[in-house]
């Protein structure tokens, strides 16, 4: 199995090199598979938009990266720091978790950063989404279920709603910022 180089110097796979399998497209090369998922741009604005989110979008070969704003809101969207006592109520309602170290939504091929004006506070109704268009062949959601194009829609809806009506838990570390709750310093950590 051979990878080409593109005029732009990325690796593009050659023909020989996809494989179908389950009706996903993986990519071999020498002893690695990935998943190739095949995400449109324009269904994951239309996701984003039924969410109640204006999207912007940027969109290569490996991922797909949103800028999204939530539209008419107030209040900010439900990110908050579940190791903080007072979001108890939050964090046993959660359907996501965020590594906080390093902006990656557990067991999913979605990342999250925050938005940050000019002085470097982060807005409150306003986030960045990077989602993986190539993950390892052993990739799995929660409950073993492999990923397709249709289950990341659903999957990427569900995480969108969460945002805007349930909360998301960020856990640790210091790069994503709770933007709901109480979001300034609590105390020592250990």
């Excluded at 999250?112 to 306003?126: F, L």
């Excluded at 349930?166 to 310093?185: I, K, S």
Aim: charged share 20%.
């Amino acid at each position: 199995m051979s990878l080409s180089l593109s005029s732009r110097g990325n690796k593009t796979p050659t023909p020989s090199a996809l494989l179908k399998y389950g009706g996903m497209q993986v990519l071999q090369a020498g002893r690695h598979k990935l998943i190739l998922l095949e995400i449109e741009a324009e269904a994951v604005a239309e996701v984003a938009r039924q969410a109640g989110f204006e999207s912007r979008m940027r969109d290569n070969e490996r991922s797909i990266q949103m800028d999204l704003v939530a539209l008419n809101r107030n209040s900010p969207l439900l990110l908050f720091d579940a190791s903080d006592p007072a979001n108890l109520g939050w964090f046993s309602r959660c359907q996501f978790y965020i590594d906080g170290r390093t902006g990656e939504v557990m067991q999913t091929p979605i990342s999250i950063s925050n938005k940050r004006d000019r002085a470097g506070k982060s807005h409150s109704t306003q986030v960045r989404v990077r989602i993986s268009k190539e993950l390892p062949v052993t990739f799995r959601l929660p409950g073993k279920q492999p990923i397709t194009e249709q289950v990341f829609y659903a999957l990427l809806q569900n995480f969108l709603n969460a945002l805007m009506k349930t909360g998301v838990a960020v856990c640790g570390g210091t790069a994503v910022q709770p933007l709901a709750g109480r979001t300034e310093g609590v105390g020592t950590r250990n």
